[in-house]
């Protein structure tokens, strides 16, 4: 069984920063891609970032600047850090893995931008 622990959200004024981590435990063989998603009430999620098994980060079109991704893969697990962050960033923030055979999604954790 696979599990994903999410930590580092909470309540940040606009403008700071924030990094969340993601670590990856249990029978996991051969982790590919590693991403966060997003998510508030009434909307679909979506992604935020993903990162290929070799270091190539993707993020987001409109997130490009303030977000950035990265991963230990001696450790199995994913970061994200973001910068000046926004009331509009306040989310539900998902880790999600795929391996070589399905995906796996944390429990999530909470963003909250606000002064």
């Known amino acids: 069984q696979v599990q994903l622990v999410e930590s580092g959200g909470g309540l940040v004024q606009p403008g700071g920063s924030l990094t969340l981590s993601c670590a990856a435990s249990?029978?996991?063989?051969?982790?590919?891609?590693m991403g966060w998603y997003r998510q508030v009430p009434g909307n679909q999620r979506e992604l935020v970032a993903t990162?290929?098994?070799?270091?190539?980060?993707i993020v987001a079109t409109s997130l490009k600047g303030r977000f950035t991704i990265t991963r230990d893969n001696a450790k199995n697990t994913v970061s994200l850090q973001i910068n000046i962050l926004k009331p509009e960033d306040t989310a539900v923030y998902y880790c999600?893995?795929?391996?070589?055979?399905?995906?796996?999604w944390g429990q999530g954790t909470q963003v909250t931008v606000s002064s």
């Open positions: 249990g029978s996991i063989s051969s982790i590919r891609t």
């Open positions: 999600n893995i795929n391996g070589a055979l399905r995906g796996y």
């Open positions: 990162i290929t098994d070799t270091g190539i980060p």
